[in-house]
């Protein structure tokens, strides 16, 4: 399995913009599709933005298109997720997970690492 470990979360005022970084250990990162997913308060959570190990043709949420960019960097074995013009229903943790595919994958249920989860807080 894959260890992750998420960052760069915070308060920002609505507009602004946030970058979160999932730091993976594990020789295969670059083999494993990275995802990112959310959890606001009292909701279930929800499928975000995945990128499969290629970099090609990432997978995004109908709330993040536009606005939120995932990408990855083998080299660091980080995975990333530029948000911006945030909004306060994006408040949320945030979570990173790995799965072992080689295609983009947005059901939670293929995902068999994750990390402990970020907080993300928009205020209007």
């Known amino acids: 399995q894959v260890q992750l470990v998420e960052s760069g979360g915070g308060l920002v005022q ?12 594990g020789r295969t990162f670059s083999t494993y599709t990275m995802g990112w997913f959310r959890q606001a308060p009292g909701k279930e959570r929800e499928f975000v933005a995945t990128i499969a190990w290629t970099g090609v043709a990432p997978l995004y949420a109908a709330s993040a298109k536009g606005r939120f960019t995932i990408s990855r960097d083998s080299a660091s074995n980080t995975a990333y997720l530029q948000m911006n013009n945030l909004k306060p229903e994006d408040t949320a943790v945030y979570y990173c997970a790995a799965a072992a595919s080689f295609f983009a994958q947005a059901k939670e249920s293929e995902y068999s690492s994750w990390g402990q989860g970020t907080q993300v807080t928009v205020s209007s």
């Not at 609505?14 to 970084?21: H, Q």
Request: aromatic share 0%; net charge positive.
């Open 14 to 25: 609505a507009g602004g913009s946030l970058r979160l970084s999932c730091a993976a250990s």
